[in-house]
């Protein structure tokens, strides 16, 4: 039984044509909502202009181009949501304030 199992594992080191599809699609609108966020971001900071603002927008716009875990996104999301990443862009930003 073991054996079979690691050979099964071995065998379908693709997922399959509706795992593929399931894949690509996820990964397009994980891509898309990171390009929305960082969007959102920038016109944000354009309408308050803040370090943190600046910050944020750098960031987001940065991890569009990295985010290869779709948990790291979900936490992102999670995080944007509940103001957690507002929250901590202000505070770098207000250390990069009081550095200047």
Not at 78 to 94: A, E, H, K, R
Request: proline share 2%.
């Amino acid at each position: 039984m073991k054996e079979g199992i690691i050979e099964l594992a071995k065998g379908t080191g693709d997922i399959g044509i509706s795992g593929n599809i399931y894949l690509s699609i996820t990964k397009t609108i994980g891509k898309a909502t990171g390009v929305v966020g960082a969007g959102i971001a920038w016109y944000d900071f354009y309408q308050k202009p803040t370090t943190g603002g600046l910050v944020k927008a750098l960031s987001n716009t940065g991890l569009v181009f990295i985010r290869i875990n779709p948990f790291v996104g979900f936490l992102l999301g999670i995080s944007d949501l509940t103001g957690g990443s507002d929250w901590f862009y202000n505070q770098v930003g207000n250390a990069i304030d009081k550095i200047k």
